[in-house]
Protein backbone atom coordinates (compact mmCIF):
# COMPACT_ATOMS: atom_id res chain seq x y z
CA UNK A 1 0.00 0.00 0.00
CA UNK A 2 1.09 3.38 -0.84
CA UNK A 3 1.32 6.47 1.85
CA UNK A 4 -1.57 8.10 -0.11
CA UNK A 5 -3.58 4.60 -0.43
CA UNK A 6 -2.41 3.95 3.56
CA UNK A 7 -3.45 7.60 4.51
CA UNK A 8 -6.94 7.30 2.70
CA UNK A 9 -7.94 3.86 4.34
CA UNK A 10 -6.56 5.57 7.68
CA UNK A 11 -9.06 8.24 7.05
CA UNK A 12 -11.95 5.68 5.97
CA UNK A 13 -11.16 4.18 9.16
CA UNK A 14 -11.75 7.00 10.59
CA UNK A 15 -15.29 7.60 10.05
CA UNK A 16 -16.24 4.07 10.36
CA UNK A 17 -18.51 4.87 13.75
CA UNK A 18 -20.17 7.58 11.90
CA UNK A 19 -20.75 5.48 8.96
CA UNK A 20 -22.35 2.75 11.02
CA UNK A 21 -24.55 5.22 13.32
CA UNK A 22 -25.54 6.76 10.41
CA UNK A 23 -26.83 3.31 8.91
CA UNK A 24 -28.23 2.72 12.34
CA UNK A 25 -29.85 5.77 12.35
CA UNK A 26 -32.57 4.50 9.48
CA UNK A 27 -33.68 1.72 10.89
CA UNK A 28 -36.51 1.77 14.04
CA UNK A 29 -35.55 0.61 17.58
CA UNK A 30 -38.89 -1.42 17.11
CA UNK A 31 -36.95 -3.47 14.43
CA UNK A 32 -33.55 -3.71 16.56
CA UNK A 33 -34.09 -6.88 18.25
CA UNK A 34 -35.86 -8.84 14.87
CA UNK A 35 -33.58 -11.71 14.16
CA UNK A 36 -33.87 -12.13 10.62
CA UNK A 37 -32.78 -16.22 10.85
CA UNK A 38 -32.64 -17.80 14.34
CA UNK A 39 -28.56 -18.05 13.74
CA UNK A 40 -28.06 -14.39 12.58
CA UNK A 41 -27.89 -11.29 14.18
CA UNK A 42 -30.43 -8.70 15.19
CA UNK A 43 -29.48 -5.21 15.16
CA UNK A 44 -28.84 -5.12 18.84
CA UNK A 45 -26.58 -8.36 18.59
CA UNK A 46 -24.50 -7.25 16.07
CA UNK A 47 -24.08 -3.76 18.06
CA UNK A 48 -22.71 -5.50 20.94
CA UNK A 49 -21.02 -7.41 18.28
CA UNK A 50 -18.92 -3.99 16.82
CA UNK A 51 -18.10 -3.06 20.52
CA UNK A 52 -16.42 -6.68 20.98
CA UNK A 53 -14.64 -6.82 17.52
CA UNK A 54 -13.67 -2.90 17.77
CA UNK A 55 -11.80 -3.66 21.24
CA UNK A 56 -10.01 -6.93 19.87
CA UNK A 57 -8.66 -4.82 16.84
CA UNK A 58 -7.92 -2.14 19.28
CA UNK A 59 -5.47 -4.13 20.97
CA UNK A 60 -4.90 -6.36 17.43
CA UNK A 61 -3.35 -2.83 16.39
CA UNK A 62 -1.38 -2.00 19.41
CA UNK A 63 0.42 -5.32 19.51
CA UNK A 64 1.08 -4.82 15.56
CA UNK A 65 2.67 -1.56 16.27
CA UNK A 66 4.22 -2.49 20.12
CA UNK A 67 5.52 -6.11 19.65
CA UNK A 68 5.83 -6.84 16.18
CA UNK A 69 6.24 -10.63 15.56
CA UNK A 70 4.39 -11.39 18.74
CA UNK A 71 0.81 -14.05 18.52
CA UNK A 72 -2.82 -12.72 18.25
CA UNK A 73 -5.79 -13.76 20.05
CA UNK A 74 -8.22 -15.69 18.13
CA UNK A 75 -11.84 -15.27 19.10
CA UNK A 76 -15.29 -16.89 18.03
CA UNK A 77 -17.55 -13.90 17.31
CA UNK A 78 -20.52 -16.10 17.20
CA UNK A 79 -19.52 -17.89 20.44
CA UNK A 80 -19.14 -14.75 22.11
CA UNK A 81 -22.39 -13.67 21.07
CA UNK A 82 -24.15 -16.77 22.46
CA UNK A 83 -22.37 -17.11 25.55
CA UNK A 84 -21.47 -13.17 26.43
CA UNK A 85 -25.79 -12.97 25.75
CA UNK A 86 -25.20 -10.08 23.44
CA UNK A 87 -29.25 -9.51 23.03
CA UNK A 88 -28.89 -8.63 26.77
CA UNK A 89 -26.43 -6.19 26.95
CA UNK A 90 -26.31 -2.19 27.33
CA UNK A 91 -26.61 -0.65 23.61
CA UNK A 92 -25.08 2.57 24.86
CA UNK A 93 -22.47 1.15 26.71
CA UNK A 94 -21.50 -0.58 23.28
CA UNK A 95 -21.82 2.15 21.02
CA UNK A 96 -19.16 3.91 23.49
CA UNK A 97 -16.44 1.58 23.77
CA UNK A 98 -17.57 1.40 19.65
CA UNK A 99 -16.86 4.69 19.73
CA UNK A 100 -13.67 4.97 21.69
CA UNK A 101 -12.00 2.08 20.86
CA UNK A 102 -12.18 3.23 17.05
CA UNK A 103 -11.52 6.75 18.09
CA UNK A 104 -8.15 6.39 20.14
CA UNK A 105 -7.40 3.84 17.50
CA UNK A 106 -7.39 6.29 14.61
CA UNK A 107 -5.33 8.57 16.54
CA UNK A 108 -2.41 6.17 17.16
CA UNK A 109 -2.76 5.00 13.33
CA UNK A 110 -2.33 8.96 12.24
CA UNK A 111 1.09 9.24 14.46
CA UNK A 112 2.42 5.89 13.14
CA UNK A 113 5.16 6.20 10.95
CA UNK A 114 4.80 4.10 7.15
CA UNK A 115 7.35 1.29 7.73
CA UNK A 116 5.43 0.17 10.95
CA UNK A 117 2.40 -0.80 8.88
CA UNK A 118 4.86 -3.59 6.95
CA UNK A 119 5.33 -5.25 11.26
CA UNK A 120 3.58 -8.68 11.21
CA UNK A 121 2.06 -10.41 14.09
CA UNK A 122 0.93 -14.15 13.94
CA UNK A 123 -2.87 -16.01 14.04
CA UNK A 124 -1.78 -19.18 15.96
CA UNK A 125 -1.83 -21.03 12.61
CA UNK A 126 1.02 -18.23 11.16
CA UNK A 127 -1.21 -16.74 8.81
CA UNK A 128 -4.42 -15.05 9.04
CA UNK A 129 -7.11 -17.89 8.87
CA UNK A 130 -9.81 -15.96 6.60
CA UNK A 131 -7.30 -14.10 4.18
CA UNK A 132 -4.31 -16.70 4.48
CA UNK A 133 -1.67 -14.66 4.27
CA UNK A 134 0.53 -12.45 6.09
CA UNK A 135 -0.76 -9.98 8.85
CA UNK A 136 0.87 -6.64 9.04
CA UNK A 137 -0.51 -3.70 10.32
CA UNK A 138 -1.80 -2.47 6.51
CA UNK A 139 -3.55 -5.82 6.25
CA UNK A 140 -5.30 -5.25 9.67
CA UNK A 141 -6.22 -1.96 8.42
CA UNK A 142 -7.97 -3.27 4.95
CA UNK A 143 -9.88 -5.59 7.47
CA UNK A 144 -10.56 -3.11 9.60
CA UNK A 145 -12.24 -0.88 7.28
CA UNK A 146 -14.15 -3.07 5.64
CA UNK A 147 -15.71 -4.29 8.54
CA UNK A 148 -17.73 -1.81 9.00
CA UNK A 149 -19.13 -1.86 5.58
CA UNK A 150 -19.69 -5.45 5.58
CA UNK A 151 -21.63 -5.02 8.88
CA UNK A 152 -23.60 -1.74 7.40
CA UNK A 153 -25.13 -4.22 4.87
CA UNK A 154 -25.91 -6.58 7.21
CA UNK A 155 -27.88 -3.88 8.88
CA UNK A 156 -29.33 -3.09 6.18
CA UNK A 157 -30.43 -6.54 5.16
CA UNK A 158 -31.75 -7.37 8.59
CA UNK A 159 -33.92 -3.87 8.42
CA UNK A 160 -35.29 -5.38 5.07
CA UNK A 161 -36.40 -8.42 6.41
CA UNK A 162 -38.07 -6.85 8.95
CA UNK A 163 -39.98 -4.37 6.88
CA UNK A 164 -41.07 -7.62 4.54
CA UNK A 165 -42.42 -9.11 7.52
CA UNK A 166 -43.86 -6.26 9.17
Known amino acids: ?3 DERNEKIEEYGRGFELFTAALAEI ?20 IHMADSESIGAMRARKSIAEPGSTLMPYDDAGWAV ?16 RLARQTTYNVLKMV ?16 PEYGERYTLDKWLYIYTAHIREHIEQLQKTYQAWKEKY
Open 83 to 98: KLNYAKQNLEDALQTF
Open 28 to 47: PREAWEFKPAPNEWSVHELI
Open 1 to 3: MTP
Open 113 to 128: PDRVFEHEVFHPEKVH
